[in-house]
C-alpha cells in the first residue's frame, strides 16, 4: 500500500515569531475595513454606486436573483377567460409524495372542457418542492415560478393554499392580509360552492 | 471636605458614565467593523421611530432584552453565589478605572483637582489587585452553576488567567523600574520629557518588548480573542454557560470594560497617557523652535483629549486583531504564555536592570 | 376435436371454438376490444390479429374456428404490426386525453397502445368533434368521441337485456354510438353497459370523476341485494376521503363467476350500498344516552341469566351470515328464534333479480330458523315448517310474554307497524337493537349496539339456490362499531356459555360439523367463487363446458 507522506511546513523564524504574521493579517483585514468604510461613505453621498461595499443582500427589501428553475411557491395557471387551466385529472395528486395536493375534480359544465377543480388545496407545510406536480401536469396548469420563497405561517392550517391564493399568488402575502376560508366546502357533496371563478358561472352537476 | 467629596464624585460619575457608555458602544462597533472588515453590511435594523441610526439602537435593543428575558438559576446552583458572580466580575472591571488618571492637574481658583478618581501611590498595585480579583468572578460563576461544564470553563478561565498575569506583572516591573514609581500620574508625568530633545520618552520608546508582552498578556487576561477560549460562546462551552438575561449581559458588559481597561492601561503606561507631544503646561515647545501659549483649562482638555483618542485607537486596535487572528489551542495558549512570554518577560527586566545600572544617567 | 398449435404450445378443443378462446384456455390472452364471452361475436374492432400458417393474410382471433391442424402466433412481428396499425385506425379519431379520461388506469385503449402502439403519430388531421357528455339513461353518460365503435354494448342491450336501446348510427368516420330518438337506457341491467366498454365512452354516472381507478381498492364479495348472491368486486377508497364525499365505497363491478351472475350485476344491486357510508349507528345507547360495549353487554348478559329462556325472543335476520345465524342459535338454544320476517316479496325477474331481498334466508332455512318457501323450487332444501316465525314473535312480546327481545337489524315499525312496536318496546322487559343504520327501532330500544355492515365483516352467505359464498371483509368497521359475531361471542362469553371459536372461519368449522348441508365445506373450498351446500340444485362449475 503506497503511502503518501505529506510533511508538515516548516515555519521560518519570522513565522515563529507570529507577530509580523499578525501584522499581515492585520493589513488584510484593516485594507477591507478602510475601503469599505470609504465606499459606504462614498455611497452616502451617491459616488461609486458602481462598485459594492458589501456582498450581502437586504432579504426583505431586497431579493436574490433566482434562477430561472427555481422551483417557488405554486400558482396555478389560468385559461384566457381567467378560469384555471387544470382539469383535475388529479395527475399532481397522484404523483405528489409528500402528498400535499388535495384535490376534488367535478364535472366542468362545457362538455369538452369535462372536469375542472372545485377544491385544489396545497399544504405548504408538506410540500417538499420536488416539482414533480410540475412535471406531470398535462395542461400546463400548475407552476412553480412565482418566485415567493417566504412561507411564514402562525399555524399550520394556514400553511395550506386553496385554488383562489393559487390561481392569484398576491392573496397571500401577507399572510396576515388573507381572510379567505379554509378548507372550502365540497360542491358535491351540498355544500357552499367556493371553487368557483369570476367569470364564469360554475353550476354544481346534479 | 463637602466639596472635595462632590469633586470625587462627579469625577467618579465621569468615568462611570464614560466608560459604561464606550462599553455600550463597544457592541456597536465591534459589529459594524467586523461587518466592514468582512464584507457585510452588519446590523443595521432596530429603527426607533424609523430611524435606523446605522443599527446604532441595536445594543439598546440587546439591553432591553437581556432585562426582558428569563432569569435561569439552575437548578441545586448556589443561588448567592450564582448572582454574586457577574456583579464580581462587573464591579471588578469599573473600579480599575479609579486609579487611571485621565488628565493632567486641573485648576480652577486656587484649588487644584487631579483628574483621576483615586490619587493611589502604588496605583499599579491597586489595578493588578482589582484585575485579579476578576478571576473570582470567573471561578465563581462556573463553581455555582452546578453545571461541569461551567466549572470545567472556570477552570480553564483561571488558569489562564493566574498564568498571565505572572507575564503581565513582570513585564511592567520593566516599566516601573524606567520611571522609578508606581504611581500612574508620576508615570504619565516624567512620560513627558523628551530624549534627545525631540522623541518624547514614552513607554513604547523604552520598554518596546514590555509593551508587546503587556499587550498579549492583557488581551488573555481579558479573553479576548485570540485567547478567548473560556468564553467563545458560540463554539465552547464556557463559565457562563449557565447564565441568561441580563446576568449573562453583565459578563458580556465585563468583557467590553476590560477592553477599555487594557486599552487605558496601554495608554498610560506606554503611550504617554494624556500627554500631548511637546505640549507642557505652559504651551507647545516644538523642538525646531515654535512655540504656542495655552491656557490651562485648554491644556487639560488637550490631555484628556490625546488620553481619549489614544484608548479609543487601542479599543479599534483590539478589535481589528480580534477578527483577524484565529483562536489559539489551549495547549499552544499555556505555552505561550509560559515557555513565550514569561521568560521574555524576566530577561527583559534583567536587559533593562542592567541597561539602567550602566547606564543610568543617560535615561 | 380439433389440434391446434398456438404459440407452439398444443391444445385440443372442441369443434365450432374460435381461437381467441383456444388461446385463453392455453392461458395466452390475445387483445380485444369488440369480443366478450358474454356476447355474441361481432369481429369489427380487428385489434385481436393473430398469424395463422398457410394463411397470406392476419385473422381476427375472435372469429375464426379453429381447425386440425392449425397453427397459429400470436405474439409474431406480423400479427404486433397488424395489432399497431388497427390501433392506429383507431385512434385517429380518439382524443389523446387519457389524463382527463376517467377510463385512464384501466382503459384496453390504453394498456394495447403501450404494448403495441405506434409511438411516433402520423395522424396530423383534425379530429371529429362528436358529442363529449351524453346522458344515455339514470346511470350511465356517453361520450361518443371516446367510443371506439365496438359495438359490445350494443350487443348487451340486444342479447342480454333484450331491449334494444343502443345502436351505432351514421357511416364511416362520422359513426357513433347513440340511443334510438325517445329511449332511454334505464333497464335494470342498464349500467352493464360501463363494465364492458373498453375505453372511457361510457362511464358510470354516479362515481364518473369522483375518483381515479388508480386510487380505488378492490376486494371481493357478494351482492346482499337479494337472494341471487352475485359475485362483485367493491371499489373502495379510505385514505383520500375528499375524493368521494368521505364516503368508502365508491362502486361497484360484477364478477365474472359462470354460475350464479356470469359477467353482469343489476343496478339495484349495484348502486343499493349508499347506507353502507351514510346514516350509521356510531356509538353504543341505553335509552338513546351514549353508553359503552361493556354496560351493553353486562346488562344484556345479566337479563338473560335472570330471565327463563322461554322468555327470551330473538328476531334474527336473513341479512346476517351464516355463521352469525349459527352463534344466535347456539347461544339462545331454547329461547323463541327466527330470521323469518313477514316482508312483502321485491321486483324480480327472470336473470338475475330474486325476490327475497334477503342475501342469506337459505341458509337460515339451513340452519332451522326460517320456514320453507311458499312454492319450493329448491329442492328440498327449506327449513322446517315449525319454525317460529318473527310475526310470532313479536306476537308474544306484544303480548308481554318476553322478557328480553332482541332485534337483528329489523325496523319492528315498518314490519308491525308503529303501534304494535310501541307495545313491544314497552311489554318487553329488555329491548335491545343491534343494526348498522337508524331506523325507527333505535328510539324504541332499550339498548341500542351498533353492528358491522356486511361489508365490513367475514362469513358466508347461502344463496337461492343453495351455494355458499364467502361475503370476505371489505374494510374495517367503523371506530365503535363491532361485528355481530364478536358480539355473539363474547355475550356467549359473558353468560356463560363461551364458544371455541374466536372468528368467522373457525364458528363455520363449527357449523360445518353440527350442519349435514355444511358438511365438509371449509372457507378454502368455498373459496372466491362459492361451494353448493350438499343436496342443492345449484350449477357446479364444469370446465369442459364452454364458456358462452
Redesign the interface.
Known amino acids: 500500500m503506497a503511502v503518501k507522506v505529506v510533511r508538515r511546513p516548516e515555519l521560518t523564524f519570522w513565522e515563529k515569531l507570529y507577530l509580523p504574521q499578525i501584522f499581515c493579517g492585520m493589513k488584510i483585514t484593516s485594507r477591507h475595513f478602510f475601503k469599505n468604510l470609504f465606499l459606504h461613505i462614498a455611497h452616502l453621498f451617491g459616488r461609486l454606486q458602481h462598485i459594492p461595499a458589501a456582498a450581502t443582500i437586504q432579504y426583505p427589501e431586497e431579493l436574490r436573483p433566482l434562477m430561472s428553475r427555481y422551483r417557488s411557491r405554486h400558482r396555478l395557471t389560468r385559461r384566457d377567460d381567467g378560469s384555471p387551466r387544470c382539469v383535475g385529472c388529479m395527475l399532481c395528486e397522484t404523483v405528489c409524495p409528500a402528498r400535499c395536493i388535495t384535490i376534488v375534480p367535478d364535472e366542468h359544465p362545457d362538455p369538452d372542457v369535462e372536469k375542472f377543480p372545485v377544491r385544489f388545496d396545497i399544504d405548504l407545510g408538506m410540500c417538499v418542492y420536488c416539482g414533480y406536480c410540475v412535471e406531470v401536469c398535462p395542461e400546463d396548469a400548475i407552476r412553480m415560478d412565482t418566485g415567493i420563497l417566504d412561507l411564514a405561517a402562525y399555524s399550520r392550517e394556514a400553511m395550506q393554499l386553496d385554488i383562489h391564493e393559487l390561481l392569484d399568488p398576491e392573496l397571500r402575502k401577507p399572510v396576515a392580509a388573507c381572510d379567505l376560508e379554509f378548507p372550502h366546502q365540497c360542491s358535491v357533496h351540498g355544500g357552499e360552492m367556493k371553487g368557483g371563478w369570476e367569470g364564469t358561472a360554475v353550476t354544481p352537476s346534479s | 471636605m463637602m466639596v472635595d467629596l462632590m469633586i470625587k464624585l462627579v469625577l467618579a460619575g465621569i468615568v462611570l458614565f464614560a466608560v459604561l457608555n464606550l462599553a455600550g458602544f463597544h457592541t456597536w462597533v465591534e459589529r459594524k467593523q467586523s461587518a466592514l472588515i468582512q464584507d457585510r453590511i452588519g446590523a443595521n435594523r432596530a429603527p426607533i421611530l424609523g430611524f435606523r441610526a446605522l443599527g446604532m439602537f441595536h445594543g439598546m435593543a440587546d439591553v432591553l432584552k437581556m432585562f426582558t428575558k428569563e432569569d435561569i438559576v439552575p437548578k441545586g446552583a448556589d443561588r448567592t453565589l450564582h448572582m454574586l458572580a457577574p456583579f464580581l466580575s462587573v464591579f471588578f472591571a469599573l473600579v480599575t478605572f479609579a486609579a487611571i488618571p485621565f488628565g493632567d492637574r486641573l485648576v480652577i481658583g486656587d484649588r487644584v483637582i487631579e483628574l483621576q478618581v483615586a490619587k493611589i501611590d502604588a496605583a499599579l498595585l491597586y489595578i493588578f489587585a482589582m484585575l485579579s480579583l476578576g478571576v473570582y468572578g470567573v471561578i465563581l460563576a462556573g463553581f455555582a452553576s452546578r453545571n461541569n461544564y461551567a466549572i470545567l470553563g472556570g477552570l480553564r478561565a483561571t488558569a489562564q488567567m493566574i498564568s498571565y498575569e505572572i507575564a503581565l506583572g513582570i513585564a511592567i516591573i520593566g516599566v516601573i523600574m524606567v520611571y522609578g514609581t508606581m504611581d500612574l500620574s508620576e508615570i504619565v508625568r516624567s512620560q513627558g520629557q523628551l530624549i534627545g530633545g525631540w522623541l518624547p520618552r514614552w513607554g513604547i520608546v523604552v520598554q518596546p518588548v514590555a509593551f508587546v508582552i503587556f499587550v498579549t498578556a492583557a488581551l488573555a487576561e481579558t479573553k479576548r480573542l485570540p485567547f478567548d477560549l473560556p468564553e467563545g460562546e458560540s463554539e465552547i462551552i464556557g463559565y457562563f454557560v449557565e447564565y441568561s438575561g441580563m446576568k449573562f449581559g453583565m459578563f458580556f458588559l465585563t468583557d467590553f470594560l476590560e477592553t477599555i481597561v487594557v486599552a487605558s492601561l496601554v495608554t498610560t503606561l506606554f503611550f504617554g497617557g494624556w500627554q500631548v507631544p511637546y505640549l507642557t503646561p505652559d504651551g507647545f515647545h516644538f523642538p525646531w523652535g515654535w512655540e504656542i501659549p495655552v491656557a490651562n483649562w485648554l491644556y487639560v482638555l488637550f490631555g484628556v483629549a490625546s488620553f481619549s483618542i489614544k484608548g479609543l485607537i487601542f479599543c479599534f486596535l483590539f478589535m481589528q486583531l480580534r477578527w483577524t487572528v484565529p483562536r489559539f489551542r489551549y495547549d499552544q495558549l499555556m505555552s505561550l504564555g509560559w515557555k513565550g512570554l514569561f521568560p521574555v518577560a524576566v530577561l527583559n527586566v534583567i536587559v533593562t536592570a542592567i541597561v539602567l545600572v550602566f547606564f543610568g544617567e543617560a535615561s | 376435436m380439433p389440434d391446434v398449435i398456438i404459440d407452439g404450445q398444443e391444445v385440443s378443443v372442441p369443434r365450432g371454438t374460435t381461437v381467441i378462446q383456444a388461446a385463453e384456455q392455453l392461458g395466452i390472452f390475445i387483445p380485444r376490444y369488440c369480443y366478450h364471452p358474454g356476447l355474441s361475436t361481432a369481429g369489427n374492432c380487428r385489434i385481436c390479429l393473430v398469424e395463422v400458417e398457410k394463411n397470406p393474410k392476419l385473422q381476427v382471433a375472435c372469429n375464426l374456428p379453429v381447425t386440425d391442424g392449425m397453427v397459429v402466433h400470436t405474439r409474431g412481428e406480423a400479427a404486433e404490426d397488424g395489432r399497431r396499425a388497427v390501433l392506429e385506425f383507431l385512434l385517429a379519431n380518439h382524443p389523446l386525453?387519457c389524463?382527463?379520461c376517467d377510463q385512464s388506469g384501466e382503459c384496453d385503449l390504453q394498456n394495447f397502445y403501450m404494448k403495441f402502439g405506434l409511438y411516433d403519430p402520423r395522424f396530423h388531421e383534425h379530429k371529429v368533434k362528436k358529442?363529449?357528455?351524453v346522458q344515455l339513461g339514470p346511470h350511465v353518460m356517453l361520450d361518443q368521441e371516446r367510443c371506439i365503435l365496438c359495438s359490445r354494448c350494443v350487443r348487451f342491450t340486444e342479447e342480454i337485456t333484450e331491449t334494444g336501446e343502443l345502436g351505432i348510427f351514421n357511416r364511416g368516420d362520422r359513426a357513433e354510438l347513440a340511443i334510438y330518438p325517445g329511449g332511454v337506457l334505464d333497464n335494470p341491467y342498464s349500467t352493464n353497459v360501463v363494465d364492458i366498454c373498453p375505453v372511457g365512452a361510457l362511464t358510470e354516472r354516479e362515481s364518473?370523476?369522483?375518483v381515479?381507478v388508480?386510487?380505488l381498492s378492490s376486494a371481493p364479495t357478494v351482492c346482499n341485494g337479494c337472494s341471487r348472491g352475485c359475485n362483485m368486486d367493491m371499489h373502495f377508497v379510505l385514505d383520500r376521503p375528499?375524493?368521494n364525499?368521505?364516503r368508502r365505497v365508491v362502486r361497484v363491478k360484477p364478477r365474472h363467476n359462470p354460475d350464479v351472475n356470469q359477467w353482469w350485476l343489476c343496478d339495484a344491486g349495484r348502486y343499493g350500498l349508499g347506507w353502507i357510508d351514510e346514516g350509521r349507528l356510531g356509538e353504543v345507547r341505553e335509552r338513546g344516552a351514549t353508553s359503552t360495549w361493556d354496560a351493553a353487554l353486562a346488562a344484556i348478559a345479566r337479563a338473560m341469566q335472570e330471565s327463563d329462556r322461554s322468555r327470551v325472543g330473538v328476531i334474527a335476520s336473513a341479512q346476517l351470515t351464516c355463521e352469525e345465524l349459527f352463534l344466535i342459535r347456539e347461544i339462545f338454544d331454547g329461547a323463541r328464534v327466527s330470521a323469518a320476517v313477514p316482508e312483502e316479496p321485491g321486483a324480480c325477474d327472470d336473470f338475475l333479480v330474486e325476490s327475497d331481498k334477503n342475501p342469506n334466508t337459505q341458509g337460515a332455512r339451513l340452519l332451522g330458523m326460517a320456514g320453507p318457501v311458499i312454492g319450493d323450487t329448491t329442492g328440498g332444501l327449506g327449513g322446517s315448517a315449525d319454525v317460529p316465525d318473527g310475526q310470532a314473535i313479536a306476537q308474544a312480546a306484544r303480548s308481554g310474554e318476553l322478557d328480553v327481545l332482541w332485534v337483528f337489524g329489523h325496523d319492528l315499525v315498518e314490519l308491525f307497524g308503529a303501534e304494535s312496536a310501541h307495545e313491544i318496546a314497552q311489554n318487553v322487559g329488555l329491548l335491545v337493537f343491534s343494526g348498522t343504520n337508524e331506523n325507527a327501532t333505535v328510539e324504541l330500544a332499550q339498548w341500542v349496539v351498533p353492528t358491522a355492515a356486511y361489508l365490513e365483516k367475514d362469513g358466508t352467505f347461502v344463496n337461492c339456490e343453495g351455494r355458499v359464498q364467502r361475503i370476505g371483509r371489505v374494510f374495517a368497521p367503523p371506530a365503535g362499531v363491532r361485528e355481530d359475531w364478536s358480539v355473539l361471542l363474547e355475550l356467549a362469553e359473558r353468560s356463560g356459555r363461551p364458544r371455541d371459536s374466536h372468528e368467522p372461519r373457525t364458528i363455520f368449522a363449527a357449523l360445518a360439523a353440527a350442519e349435514a348441508a355444511f358438511a365438509g365445506l371449509t372457507y378454502e373450498s368455498i373459496g372466491t367463487l362459492g361451494a353448493p351446500v350438499a343436496g342443492s340444485a345449484a350449477r357446479v362449475m364444469s370446465k369442459a363446458e364452454p364458456t358462452p
Do not use: N, Q, S, T
Open positions: 386525453d389524463p382527463v358529442k363529449k357528455a364518473r370523476f369522483k381515479r388508480w386510487y375528499h375524493l364525499d368521505g
